[in-house]
């Protein structure tokens, strides 16, 4: 039994969307507990509960010892705001748990994987569950939490570090106590509703603040606002440019974003999940 505690360190789920996650984990993955702590469906104007009761339940999943990993429930702003204390407060039995999300809570994954806690795993968030492709997602993290590796981003080949990130997410880390060391690392970044010259912006940003990167890949960018003139290079374009500018290896596209073709990407080198 992996026993699978679910928390919202930025922004609330809906208990109809909780439900949808607990009904496809018992009738596909009985192997698997899942829990929602309560403050999930907490609400303090945009955030799941303040600070500090978004803080708490953070700490509540990780320092528990019957539990084997944490789930993030969802991205949207706000996990930046706890990320530093939460570390700061994680103990002996934190260290030995999966922690998965992505977007918004790759401020948690940097902070957690620049401290040496735990693992840190981009993946899709149980607020996916009531789409038939949000649930193919969920699915993948369900049976990396098994150990079932088939949903790893196919690029990752064990024996070179990789981590992966929203870009204006890694934008806003880089600078502050939650940025990891990336060096070495093939790094993959995705983007959603940015307009194209601010995906250009934050390029422009990270390749003057990155260090020396094994090679950066490129996931989806989706829900690209129309400008009232054209920028004149397309995502990939500009993510060529930039990692030309500043001697980044360009090695091509990652299956990672705000799609339902979103894989999972374990940080570091790939390994299979830490459960005691």
Not at 13 to 32: D, G, K, M, N, S
Not at 80 to 95: F, G, K, L
Not at 131 to 150: D, P
Not at 253 to 273: D, M, Q, Y
Request: proline fraction near 5%; glycine fraction near 10%.
């Amino acid at each position: 039994m992996t026993n699978i505690a679910i928390c919202a360190p930025a922004t609330p789920i809906t208990r109809e969307q909780a439900a949808a996650l607990e009904a496809l984990v018992a009738a596909e993955f009985p192997a698997h507990r899942v829990t929602f702590h309560e403050q999930c469906f907490a609400q303090a104007g945009h955030f799941a509960g303040d600070d500090l009761v978004r803080l708490s339940a953070l700490l509540d999943c990780a320092n528990d010892p019957a539990v084997d990993a944490v789930w993030f429930a969802k991205g949207g702003y706000g996990s930046n705001r706890i990320a530093e204390a939460a570390v700061a407060q994680m103990n002996s039995h934190a260290r030995a748990k999966s922690y998965v999300g992505f977007s918004d809570c790759g401020y948690l994954l940097a902070a957690l994987y620049r401290n040496g806690i735990g693992q840190s795993v981009h993946g899709s968030m149980p607020v996916s569950a009531r789409s038939e492709g949000g649930r193919e997602a969920l699915r993948r993290v369900l049976r990396w939490f098994e150990g079932n590796t088939s949903g790893v981003e196919p690029s990752l080949d064990g024996a070179t570090p990789a981590a992966a990130f929203n870009l204006i997410t890694l934008a806003m880390i880089s600078g502050t106590p939650l940025m990891p060391d990336l060096s070495g690392h093939v790094l993959m970044v995705e983007e959603v509703s940015e307009h194209l010259y601010a995906i250009d912006r934050l390029f422009f940003h990270l390749s003057g603040v990155l260090p020396r990167l094994k090679g950066l890949r490129l996931g989806s960018v989706t829900n690209i606002p129309e400008n009232y003139v054209e920028f004149g290079q397309n995502e990939e374009e500009i993510a060529q440019y930039w990692c030309a500018r500043a001697g980044i290896p360009y090695l091509g596209r990652a299956e990672i974003g705000h799609t339902s073709a979103n894989k999972v990407v374990p940080f570091g080198l790939a390994s299979p999940p830490q459960h005691h």
